[in-house]
């Protein structure tokens, strides 16, 4: 999923409004637990949780908490915060599709030019629901989200200037948002792809880490959820909540909360946990993650649909992904940013 850069907010006075940013290793370590999750819940799944579904909100609510601080804290010239965004995802994103819609043509992998054209113009989360969808961009419902997040937060910023009021309104628009879910799914009977791919519901993953996060900012994150073990302990309790026996949007009424209090409540922990994820191997997946993400979904389809042995084609994925993030994603990035 996208890059927002692993950065942190450190206030200098309670209200962080004059705040450096620095780069905390652990958020990029989030991310990269985050595809980890992910690339082992596809390729070897575990039976009675499903992980690439619990690494997807892994990746929202750590988005959620960047975009708190980087839009609402750091205030972020939107101009420029949206030009960067569009040379982080955008290149990598055209590549992919067009690669994949060339090598996939007449495999079990049908493409259809009106699923690439949704997946480009980040619209595919609903016409994959109501319109068309082939199976190689099925994820990109959640980057479709994502990016709707960043409009949605980006004219909050504009319109309220109250930290506080932003505050209620996001917490209002995320209990809506899962109300809504529990609603599709239980009185409705929406299926999950029907109910939970849906920016309407699945935006409150987001809403509430940002709203965690500016509670922290502001200093008015309660004693007890800055605890030296919160950040763990949540963690533990939102996997366990993601099993499997327990019902869909249990999911996201609880645990999605529970990782949204972990991914802030980071800062407080002890170093083992800190350090675990600021370790070069996580870290580097974490810089590796958006490339990552967008290949694996073809080579996953294999495994899943045609039998095909996990391991050379989770190798095909870093092969893909790799050549992805050296040769396409970071020089049109670093060109863009510096030309644009």
Not at 54 to 60: A, I, M
Not at 167 to 175: I, K, N, P, Y
Not at 181 to 210: K, P
Not at 274 to 297: F, I, K, R
């Amino acid at each position: 999923m996208t890059d927002i850069s692993a950065t942190h907010v450190v206030p200098s006075r309670p209200v962080a409004d004059r705040a450096a940013r620095t780069r905390l290793a652990y958020l990029d370590g989030w991310r990269g637990l985050s595809i980890a999750l992910v690339l082992i819940g596809h390729f070897f799944p575990v039976p009675g949780i499903n992980l690439g579904v619990l690494g997807v909100e892994f990746f929202f609510v750590l988005s959620g908490r960047l975009m708190g601080e980087i839009l609402f804290i750091e205030r972020y010239p939107l101009k420029k915060f949206f030009k960067r965004r569009f040379s982080r995802i955008y290149p990598a994103l055209l590549v992919f599709v067009i690669v994949a819609m060339v090598a996939l043509s007449g495999t079990f992998i049908a493409f259809k030019w009106k699923a690439a054209l949704t997946a480009l113009t980040f619209t595919y989360n609903y016409a994959g629901i109501l319109v068309t969808r082939a199976g190689a961009l099925d994820h990109i419902w959640s980057l479709c989200i994502e990016e709707h997040a960043y409009i949605i937060l980006a004219l909050i910023s504009v319109i309220v200037s109250s930290r506080s009021r932003v505050v209620v309104l996001l917490l209002a628009l995320a209990l809506l948002a899962m109300a809504n879910g529990a609603v599709s799914y239980w009185v409705f009977g929406m299926g999950y792809e029907a109910t939970y791919w849906r920016t309407d519901v699945h935006i409150a993953s987001i809403l509430l880490s940002a709203s965690i996060c500016l509670l922290k900012a502001d200093g008015r994150l309660p004693a007890v959820f800055r605890g030296k073990h919160v950040a763990l302990a949540a963690s533990i309790c939102a996997v366990v909540l993601f099993l499997d026996r327990v019902p869909t949007p249990i999911h996201y009424l609880f645990a999605v909360p529970l990782l949204a209090l972990a991914v802030n409540a980071l800062d407080f922990s002890p170093r083992y946990l800190t350090g675990l994820l600021s370790s070069w191997p996580m870290a580097t997946l974490g810089l590796w993650s958006y490339s990552l993400y967008l290949w694996q979904q073809p080579f996953y389809k294999f495994v899943y649909e045609q039998g095909s042995a996990p391991i050379p084609m989770l190798a095909g994925v870093f092969v893909c992904a790799l050549c992805s993030y050296y040769v396409i994603e970071r020089p049109a990035r670093e060109w863009l940013n510096r030309n644009w």
